[in-house]
């Protein structure tokens, strides 16, 4: 988590017009292109040509850590000079000095709050105007959020603000549509930045209040343990698959145990044709065995996987242990099952 | 005070029988993150400056020098990041939000300035009370969590900075604590564990603030302590460190969101002590001071307070008692 900037990026600062750099780089950033920019930082071993302050491809922007941080510093001054009362004439100013702030570090909060309050602004002038700068705006935190950026791909205040902006878009009356949410941003995202706990918890958020709940949940499930599969070292999108496929707590609904039980065969089948070995993988298993989701066959089969493969880690204390630890778990918290 | 990092970088060569508390540069690190005032890295770190004062001033305490920042510069600084609302931002010209406030009432607590919180302190009825408001007009009447800020992200991490900064003010009394303590109990996993929201995934950092928030409720009694334990537990990795969840790296900070939870519900010795504090001193950089998340990698001022806390849970030699929460 370190924000550390090295000596020669801060020797480097010296060389070039702030002001221009700023300039350069606010303006593709914040140009309405209408889809969605895919950023990535270049570092010290990747130089651009004198007066070369970022590398743009279409839709592919590099940009230079060190030029953003001096980007960053006349954004800042901008930003501040601004954001109390800032004049009508001047909102576009105060949001891309933003977009530039929450490019260098995105849990900048009065950044964030700043495009709140523009966007809010623009809404009292007619719904129009505030639907389309909403679309805009969620183009703008989803190409964050789907960036070639460790930090900005998990930022809970970038995913808060995703959060914010969809809520309005309801409010509006503006659609929504889960399945391309899910594989062109969400999925992105949780794929970019593994076990990213924010991608994840406004997936279930998405779910339990843009979507009808339960028929969503079991429309995605599918597409969820296809994911989980091919990445069963992330134990976030183990731990949504099981939210998936947990009924939600009201007294009309009965357990899918079907989906639950036929999820649970394909991941142990296979766990024990790849030997996987991954903790998340067995912390998914040992909690869905003990629940009465599955039918009870499967637990005898969870065990004899269990036993089948600590004869082939011997060697291998951490694998072992998440599979001795599967077991105690699961015989310690197995709940009744009727089925 | 900057949240600063580097220059220093911890040690992955030091020796495991020799390793020693570097008191001396851990403190000199945490004074000299004020002084670089001009530098860029003061700018870059300001939207966390509250946080960064607090952890910093806190790992003073612990390593038993509590007047080693200047106590005045420190309470004009905190005053200064107050909104007419009550609430606190990062840094003066900063929004307000509840984990600036929290952090802003703890430092107050800390260098004993309530009271000058009382006679200069803005928001309506000044003082105590004019936080209090602030705090409690975040809560949600309905499910009982706490909102961060007006704009409505809700997040059990709130739950804890509300509580936590109202226990500081004698004022819990202005919230409603029995939906709280319902909200935090609705959102225990099967697993033992706590996440941000009913239903989501357990998360040590989330634990820690729904554990540390029952325990300030006086509530510890409706936290499943085996099975939450038990998940705790099996964050320490092989090489002693902490991670946050199932094969996450870990990282020294856990060594306090999870050895704390674990002491909070009594459970602190089923982790191997001894082997959590060889890591956590292999994470410090014994020449330049501070402390970094992994051996090798660049100290910063959050890692260093949080390794001292670790080692303060451990009772390492040295270091001061740390409350859990």
Redesign the interface.
């Given at each position: 988590?370190?924000?550390?900037?090295d000596k020669e990026t801060?020797a480097s600062?010296q060389s070039d017009d702030p002001t221009s750099v700023y300039e350069d780089i606010s303006c593709t950033l914040c140009w309405d292109r209408g889809q969605l920019l895919e950023i990535e930082f270049l570092g010290k071993s990747h130089p651009l040509p004198p007066g070369t302050n970022f590398l743009l491809d279409g839709n592919n922007i590099a940009i230079p850590k060190a030029k953003l941080?001096q980007a960053?510093?006349t954004a800042?001054q901008i930003f501040?000079n601004l954001?109390?009362d800032c004049p009508k004439d001047k909102l576009q100013v105060l949001g891309n000095a933003a977009a530039v702030i929450l490019l260098?570090?995105p849990?900048?909060?009065?950044?964030a709050?700043s495009r709140?309050k523009i966007l809010l602004r623009a809404g009292s002038l007619s719904p129009e105007i505030f639907k389309a700068m909403l679309r805009k705006e969620l183009l703008f935190v989803n190409s964050f959020l789907t960036a070639r950026l460790h930090r900005h791909t998990k930022s809970?205040t970038l995913w808060?603000h995703r959060?914010?902006v969809l809520?309005k878009c309801k409010a509006m009356g503006m659609g929504y549509d889960i399945h391309q949410d899910l594989h062109s941003i969400i999925l992105v995202a949780a794929e970019r930045h593994p076990?990213n706990?924010y991608a994840?918890?406004h997936l279930?958020?998405v779910i339990q209040n843009l979507c009808v709940g339960e028929k969503t949940k079991s429309e995605i499930s599918p597409f969820i343990k296809n994911w989980c599969l091919r990445h069963p070292?992330?134990?976030?999108g183990f731990?949504?698959l099981l939210?998936c496929l947990?009924p939600l707590k009201t007294p009309e609904n009965v357990p899918r145990s079907d989906a639950s039980t036929f999820v649970c065969e394909e991941v142990l089948g296979l766990a024990v044709s790849f030997k996987w070995t991954?903790?998340?993988v067995w912390?998914f298993l040992r909690?869905i065995v003990?629940?009465e989701l599955v039918a009870s066959s499967q637990r005898l089969v969870f065990l004899e996987a269990i036993n089948n493969l600590l004869t082939t880690c011997e060697g291998e204390?951490?694998a072992r242990s998440n599979l001795q630890?599967a077991m105690q778990?699961f015989e310690?918290?197995q709940q009744a099952n009727g089925s | 005070m900057s949240?600063v990092?580097?220059p220093g970088r911890a040690t992955a060569t030091a020796l495991p029988d020799e390793l020693q508390l570097a008191i001396e540069p851990h403190v000199k690190y945490i004074q000299s993150l004020d002084s670089r005032k001009d530098e860029?890295?003061y700018?870059?770190?300001?939207?966390?400056r509250l946080n960064g004062l607090y952890w910093g001033l806190t790992a003073l305490h612990l390593l038993g020098r509590p007047d080693a920042l200047p106590r005045n510069e420190t309470i004009k600084f905190v005053l200064s990041c107050q909104h007419d609302n009550g609430g606190f931002?990062?840094a003066p010209?900063?929004?307000a939000?509840l984990l600036y406030t929290c952090s802003a009432i703890q430092i107050l607590a800390m260098v004993d300035a309530l009271d000058d919180l009382e006679n200069l302190g803005k928001g309506e009825g000044g003082g105590r009370v004019a936080v209090s408001k602030y705090i409690a007009g975040l809560q949600n009447q309905e499910t009982g969590t706490f909102a961060g800020?007006e704009?409505?992200?809700e997040?059990t991490r709130f739950i804890l900075c509300a509580l936590n900064a109202l226990s500081l003010l004698h004022l819990l009394s202005v919230v409603d604590m029995n939906k709280a303590v319902d909200y935090i109990v609705s959102c225990a996993n099967?697993?033992g564990g706590y996440?941000?929201?009913p239903?989501?995934?357990?998360?040590s950092g989330q634990i820690y603030a729904c554990v540390g928030a029952l325990r300030i409720a006086g509530r510890l009694d409706l936290v499943n302590k085996d099975?939450l334990g038990?998940w705790l537990s099996?964050r320490q990795v092989?090489a002693g460190g902490l991670n946050g969840?199932?094969?996450?790296l870990e990282d020294v900070c856990y060594s306090w969101w999870v050895g704390s939870s674990l002491a909070m519900i009594g459970r602190l010795h089923w982790i191997d002590g001894p082997k959590l504090a060889k890591y956590i001193l292999k994470c410090q950089d014994p020449k330049e001071g501070g402390f970094?998340?992994r051996p090798g990698?660049?100290v910063?001022v959050?890692?260093t307070v949080f390794s001292i806390a670790g080692l303060s849970l451990l009772e390492f030699p040295g270091v001061e008692d740390v409350d859990p929460c």
């Open positions: 988590m370190s924000r550390a900037i801060v600062l941080v960053f510093v800042r501040f954001a109390k260098m570090d849990e900048h909060i009065t950044a709050n709140k809970p808060g959060r914010w809520e076990r706990y994840w918890s279930r958020w070292s992330d134990t976030s731990s949504f939210f947990a991954f903790e998340s912390v909690t003990a629940t204390p951490k630890n778990w310690e918290n | 949240l990092s580097g860029l890295e700018w870059l770190t300001e939207h966390l931002g990062a010209g900063h929004d939000h800020d704009w409505g992200e997040d099967f697993d996440g941000v929201s239903g989501t995934e357990s998360h099975k038990r099996e092989e969840r199932p094969e996450k970094a998340d990698d660049t910063d959050f890692h």
